[in-house]
Nanobody, 119 residues
C-alpha cells in the first residue's frame, strides 16, 4: 500500500531553518506529482508547495522566497527546505502525492509532522 512518511519537523526559533523529508513507498514515485500542505490549529489545510514530474514548482505566496521544494527520484523522497521561519509557519505539515495522468485524481497523504516556530 502507499506510504508517505514525513520527518524533520520540530521546534525552531523565528528566523531559523528546518528541512522536511517525505519518504514514499508503494507508489511509482517518478510519475507522481508531490506536494507539501500544512494545517494550523483551527484553520483549513492549505497548499505550501508542489513539484511536478518534470520538477516544475509552485509555492504559496506566503512562503515564496523562503521555502524550496525538491525531489530525489532515486530515493523516492521529496524535501521542503524552510528558511527564515516565522511564527505563522507553525502547523502540521503533510506530504501529498497523486498521479497527474490518472483520469480520476486520488490523493495520498502522510500522517504529518509538527513544525513549531517560536517568536
Amino acid at each position: 500500500q502507499v506510504q508517505l512518511v514525513e520527518s524533520g519537523g520540530g521546534l525552531v526559533q523565528a528566523g531559523g531553518s528546518l528541512r522536511l523529508s517525505c519518504a514514499a513507498s508503494g507508489i511509482s514515485f517518478s510519475i507522481a506529482a508531490m506536494g507539501w500542505y500544512r494545517q494550523a490549529p483551527g484553520k483549513q489545510r492549505e497548499l505550501v508547495a508542489t513539484i511536478t514530474i518534470s520538477r516544475n514548482t509552485n509555492y504559496a505566496d506566503s512562503v515564496k522566497g523562503r521555502f524550496t521544494i525538491s525531489r530525489d527520484n532515486n530515493k523516492n523522497t521529496v524535501y521542503l527546505q524552510m528558511n527564515s521561519l516565522k511564527p505563522e509557519d507553525t502547523a502540521v505539515y503533510f506530504c501529498n502525492a497523486y498521479y497527474p495522468r490518472d483520469f480520476r485524481r486520488t490523493d495520498y497523504w502522510g500522517q504529518g509532522t509538527q513544525v513549531t516556530v517560536s517568536s
